[in-house]
């Protein structure tokens, strides 16, 4: 194995990692990795597979379950910013390479591994990462859509918005608190720290988009997790990347209908194009000129897809971690979107993972569940039974991405 098992042990009780054991030794095929025959050294001139650049270390932390060893899976995934579809993939090729040595392992050690690493890739590749907003001068939401403007009662509003203050039935949390601060954008200029639901009224039953705006004003307890750790819409969870505002994705768009924006989409001739799907939806062709912005803002959104309202509601729940009592939130606008019509926030590739989308989700997730399918089989196969038809709760238990429906 790539570490002592004295040593490995060691990493794996007390948390004692360092970044070139995070790495692992290099297996058979891997860059540095030694050969010992002719073939072999071919073999090591040819680009390695990506299960075959899995760590040692990443296997034994997912079979040790530890908070060190999960901690080795993690690094492994997520490693250089990865974005969700990469994250998937790494996840699987460790999930495969467990399942090519079924017989090394312990059934049952093998079958929670499994788990381990389908809801921590679930997670992180569900995870959404706030990106640095820039918003169009004179931008309107588009038909259909509910377009609300956190702030004092005298502050700006922006137009098409409603107002939502401190004393608003839409909004609750404790301590709520509005800020007024300059801004030539409206929408960037007010908010509301402490913000942990909002319920708003909609019309029609679903799809829609639900765009949340903040803003980095300095203060400490909401410079990390201006929208919580967790974002929950009509009971579907999404967590969010806890970074601090110089580290928000580049960049993202709120625009109306132009050529830059994810809501535009026609072809130079004027004719209409069909409308992408999935992340594709929200990308860019190119970003928009300067002069079609409002100036430097230091304002932060993201956008999450859900399926349907619940009794003419969507709800927004802001959540902080149990452990961050000192940690809140803060919010200066909110738009729902009809899905039916192209989306106003833009991305670029750089920022694609400020968008949680229905779609993606469920192709991270079959991904997924689909290799734990076929590592359990592998491993009941070298048990010498048949796979059961009921797989334990701990093994495919998902995150929820996704509703049901």
């Known amino acids: 194995m790539a570490l002592g098992l004295i040593g490995l042990a060691a990493i794996l009780t007390f948390g004692w990692v ?3 054991a995070a790495q692992g030794t290099p297996r058979a095929g891997q860059p540095g990795a030694a050969s010992g025959n002719n073939q072999q050294d071919r073999d090591s001139n040819r680009a390695p597979s990506l299960a075959e650049q899995v760590p040692e270390t990443a296997i034994i932390g997912a079979l040790a379950g530890t908070p060190a060893g999960m901690e080795l899976v993690t690094r492994f995934i997520n490693a250089g910013g990865a974005n969700s579809q990469e994250i998937t993939r790494r996840a699987v090729a460790l999930l495969q390479v467990l399942r090519e040595r079924a017989g090394e392992f312990n059934p049952e050690a093998m079958r929670n591994a499994a788990g381990r690493i389908y809801d921590r890739a679930a997670q992180s590749a569900n995870s959404v990462q706030i990106a640095r907003l ?19 009662p005298d502050s700006r509003l922006a137009a098409g918005f409603q107002k939502v203050t401190p004393g608003d039935e839409r909004v609750e949390g404790a301590g709520l608190r509005a800020l007024n601060r300059p801004s030539d954008c409206e929408v960037c200029a ?35 997790t201006p929208f919580g750790n967790e974002v929950v819409i009509n009971g579907i969870s999404h967590q969010i990347a806890e970074n601090p505002p110089d580290q928000w994705a580049q960049q993202a768009y709120l625009a109306t209908n132009n050529a ?12 209409d194009t069909q409308q992408p799907r999935g992340l594709d939806s ?6 928009p000129p300067r002069s079609s912005l409002y ?32 940690r809140r939130s803060y919010l200066t606008g909110l738009i729902i979107e009809p899905t039916e019509t192209p989306s106003s926030f833009g991305v670029t590739t750089d920022s694609i993972r400020a968008v949680a989308s229905l779609d993606s989700a469920l192709t991270q997730t079959s991904a997924l569940a689909l290799a734990v399918a076929n590592l359990i089989e592998a491993v009941a196969t070298e048990a010498g039974r048949q796979p059961d038809n009921n797989l334990p709760d701990a093994v495919i238990a998902q995150p929820n991405p996704v509703s049901p429906s």
């Open 282 to 287: 929200y990308l860019i062709s190119a970003p």
């Open 295 to 326: 100036g430097e803002t230091t304002a932060g959104g993201v956008v999450f897809e859900v399926d349907r309202a619940e009794n003419g509601f969507v709800t927004i729940e802001l959540r902080q971690s149990v452990r961050r009592d000192d």
């Open 260 to 271: 830059y924006s994810a809501r535009g989409g026609s072809a130079p001739d004027g004719s």
């Open 18 to 20: 360092t970044p070139a």
């Open 190 to 224: 007010a908010g509301i720290v402490g913000v942990e639901r909002v319920k708003v009224p909609v019309t029609g039953n679903g799809p829609f988009r639900v765009i949340l705006m903040t803003d980095n004003i300095g203060e400490r307890d909401v410079a990390l």
């Open 134 to 152: 820039a918003v169009e001068r004179n931008y309107q939401p588009p038909p259909g859509s509910v377009a609300l403007d956190f702030g004092p």
